[in-house]
């Protein structure tokens, strides 16, 4: 019997390990910081778990293991790495697993932003086909758990940077990179590494589908051996002809119009190029001889498409000032996509960053009438605009929508697009948004 270390025991660690588990292997987890809740779904799979364990500790454990399978975010600092590698013991992750035990078809889509909206966008077109699709990967179904139900036909994975970048076997049938910015530095030991992470989705995929309007997605495009297609509103960005664009006010898809932009939900920027993006990789799942999507069926699901909530959702209007939630925003990249849509806006920013340099939200000043910093990256946040912009630090989101409020005009837009992660004040994101929420419906009816 084969023995697995399994680091970290979240919702992919439990499931990996509740997968190895059925399959035979001896399997012991290892968190530094377990839950309760952890210890006793733990109890209850008669897992061992090693809470926080020792330098020689873990030295043991990986001497003793023959699969090393971190979860996604566990900080390549580890050194459950090192001694890995000193043992010379293969990094395994959750996606080479799915991998090995089932060989449906799967599409991954990465990116720095915009990978949980085009993944759902994806399922809701393939699903208009009556195909059985799943989205898993980093989602709440990871794809080791998503591969147990029979009746699906094909997976859409949401691949992030940390579920990438131990894989080794990971072979999507095809493979989509929306965009390239800088973003958890906290976790991977440099930007380089960083995108090597975000470009091993090509490593393996049957077509390739890549945003020219990105240099450096277009660059790992251009390199790669499969069938590609591009998309991008500038149509020949990044050295190659864009098969899906934007001419004349249509999403087009090899110079035929699909649907008009205005038909969208919501037709900002980043939208735009969600769209662009799903139907590009439509487009390549038929290319793969994956699945075959007619355009009527593939305008329809986009028209019909709502989008997701902390993602430049509109919360209220209060005195001719437009209140957006966009707490999703957790990078410079993410917010300035943001502003391109807006003209005047009051930016409330900031929170715990993951080791990336704020100072790319310079390039949306255009847009900008003023800055609410918050949280622990709020000093720095507004340190970035003082003498460009007003600036004010707010204590806490109730501070935040108060001076939002003082500082604002009718016609002006108030954006909670933070840049930075939640986690030095709230559980997650959606936590973050809600509490923005809650407040401006409480300004709104004070009005």
Known sequence: MSRALVVGFGVTGRAVTRALVRRGHDVVAVDDAPSARMAADAAADAVELVASPSPGALG????????????????????????????????TSELDLATDWDSRPVLAVTGTNGKTTVTDLLVSILEATGLGVVAA?????????AIDDAAVDLFVVEASSFRLAPTTRFAP???????????????????????????????????????????????????????????????????????????GGDLTVHGRSL???????RSLPHDIANAMAAVATI??????????????????????FVGQPHRVALVAEVG????????????????????AGFESVVLIAGGRDKGVDLAPLLEGAASIKAVVGL?????AVVGHFDGLRPTVLAADMAAAVGHAAELAEPGDVVLLSPACASF????????????????????SEGQ
Not at 140 to 145: E, F, G, K, R
Not at 259 to 265: D, N, T
Not at 328 to 335: I, L
Not at 375 to 379: D, F, K, R, V
Request: with cysteine.
């Open 375 to 379: 949280g622990e990256a709020g000093p």
């Open 137 to 145: 990967g980093n989602t709440d179904v990871p794809l080791v758990a």
């Open 424 to 443: 030095d004040q709230y559980a997650d994101y959606s936590a973050r948004g809600d509490d923005f929420t809650a407040r401006v419906h409480r300004l």
């Open 259 to 265: 649907l008009a932009v205005s038909e969208l939900w």
């Open 60 to 91: 043991a454990l990986v001497a003793d293991a023959d699969l090393f399978v971190p979860s996604p975010g566990i900080p390549e600092c580890h050194a459950a790495f090192a001694l890995a590698e000193a043992r010379g013991l293969a990094v």
């Open 173 to 247: 049938a095809v493979a989509t990179w929306l965009n390239f910015a800088p973003d958890h530095l906290d976790v991977h030991r440099s930007l380089e590494v960083y995108e090597r992470s975000k470009a091993k989705v090509f490593a393996r995929a049957g077509a390739c589908v890549g945003n020219l309007d990105d240099p450096v997605v277009a660059a790992h495009l251009a390199a790669v051996n499969v069938p590609v297609v591009g998309f991008g509103v500038g149509a020949g960005a990044g050295g190659g002809a864009a098969a899906v664009t934007v001419a």
């Open 283 to 304: 487009e390549a799942a038929a290319a793969a001889g994956v699945v075959t999507v007619s355009e009527s069926v593939m305008a329809g699901a986009l028209r019909g």
């Open 320 to 339: 001719g000032v437009r209140w957006y939630d966009d707490s999703k925003a957790t990078t410079p990249h993410a917010v300035l996509a943001a502003l």
